[in-house]
C-alpha cells in the first residue's frame, strides 16, 4: 500500500496526530507524513490511500488546507480512498450551549475535508475522525494518539 498523510497545524497537536496515523499506516506499506504547504502534486500519483488532517477553527479547517482542497483537480482523486481527520475542542467538556448549538450547525473541519476529497472523486475509507486537544493550544487529550493509531487500523481493514 501507498499511503500519503497530509496535514496542517498551529501548536503541533494535528501534525502528532497525523505522525501517529503514518506510523501506524506504515506496517502495511509505503507512507509519506507531509505539511499542507510542502505537498507536491507529483506525490499525489499512485497512492491507494491519501489522507488529510487539520486544526478545527472556524468551525472548518484553516487556511492552507481549504486552500489544497480548492487546487486539486476536479477528477483528481477519482477512485482513490480517502479520510479526513481534525483536532477539536470538545463540546461536551467546554460545556456551552452556545457552542454546543454551533457545532451542531456548522460542523468541524474533518467532515468538511471529506467532503472536499469526495467532490474531488475520492471514495471515504472510513469515517472522518476528530480527536481532542484540551484548550485550544493543546495539548492532546490522554489517549487521542493511540485513538489515532487506532482509526489508521480501522482505514487499513478498508482497503
Given at each position: 500500500?501507498?499511503?500519503?498523510?497530509?496535514?496542517?497545524?498551529?501548536?503541533?497537536?494535528?501534525?502528532?496526530?497525523?505522525?501517529?496515523?503514518?506510523?501506524?499506516?506504515?506496517?502495511t506499506?509505503?507512507?509519506?507524513?507531509?505539511?499542507?504547504?510542502?505537498?507536491?502534486?507529483?506525490?499525489?500519483?499512485?497512492?491507494?490511500?491519501?489522507?488529510?488532517?487539520?486544526?478545527?477553527?472556524?468551525?472548518?479547517?484553516?487556511?492552507?488546507?481549504?486552500?489544497?482542497?480548492?487546487?486539486?483537480?476536479?477528477?483528481?482523486?477519482k477512485?482513490?480512498?480517502?479520510?479526513?481527520?481534525?483536532?477539536?475542542?470538545?463540546?461536551?467538556?467546554?460545556?456551552?450551549?452556545?457552542?454546543?448549538?454551533?457545532?451542531?450547525?456548522?460542523?468541524?473541519?474533518?467532515e468538511?475535508?471529506?467532503?472536499?476529497?469526495?467532490?474531488?472523486?475520492?471514495?471515504?475509507?472510513?469515517?472522518?475522525?476528530?480527536?481532542?486537544?484540551?484548550?485550544?493550544?493543546?495539548?492532546?487529550?490522554?489517549?487521542?494518539?493511540?485513538?489515532?493509531?487506532?482509526?489508521?487500523?480501522?482505514?487499513?481493514?478498508?482497503?
Amino acid at each position: 500500500m501507498k499511503a500519503l498523510v497530509i496535514f496542517e497545524s498551529v501548536y503541533g497537536n494535528t501534525e502528532k496526530v497525523a505522525r501517529s496515523i503514518g506510523a501506524a499506516l506504515a506496517a502495511t506499506g509505503e507512507v509519506q507524513v507531509v505539511p499542507v504547504t510542502e505537498v507536491k502534486p507529483e506525490q499525489l500519483t499512485g497512492l491507494d490511500l491519501l489522507v488529510v488532517g487539520s486544526p478545527t477553527q472556524a468551525f472548518g479547517p484553516i487556511a492552507g488546507t481549504k486552500e489544497f482542497l480548492k487546487n486539486l483537480p476536479v477528477h483528481g482523486l477519482k477512485g482513490l480512498k480517502v479520510a479526513a481527520f481534525d483536532t477539536r475542542v470538545s463540546v461536551t467538556e467546554v460545556n456551552s450551549k452556545g457552542l454546543t448549538f454551533m457545532v451542531g450547525m456548522f460542523g468541524y473541519a474533518a467532515e468538511k475535508i471529506a467532503k472536499g476529497l469526495k467532490a474531488r472523486g475520492g471514495v471515504e475509507a472510513v469515517a472522518p475522525a476528530g480527536f481532542i486537544v484540551t484548550d485550544k493550544e493543546g495539548p492532546l487529550k490522554d489517549g487521542e494518539l493511540d485513538r489515532a493509531t487506532a482509526w489508521a487500523k480501522e482505514i487499513v481493514k478498508e482497503l
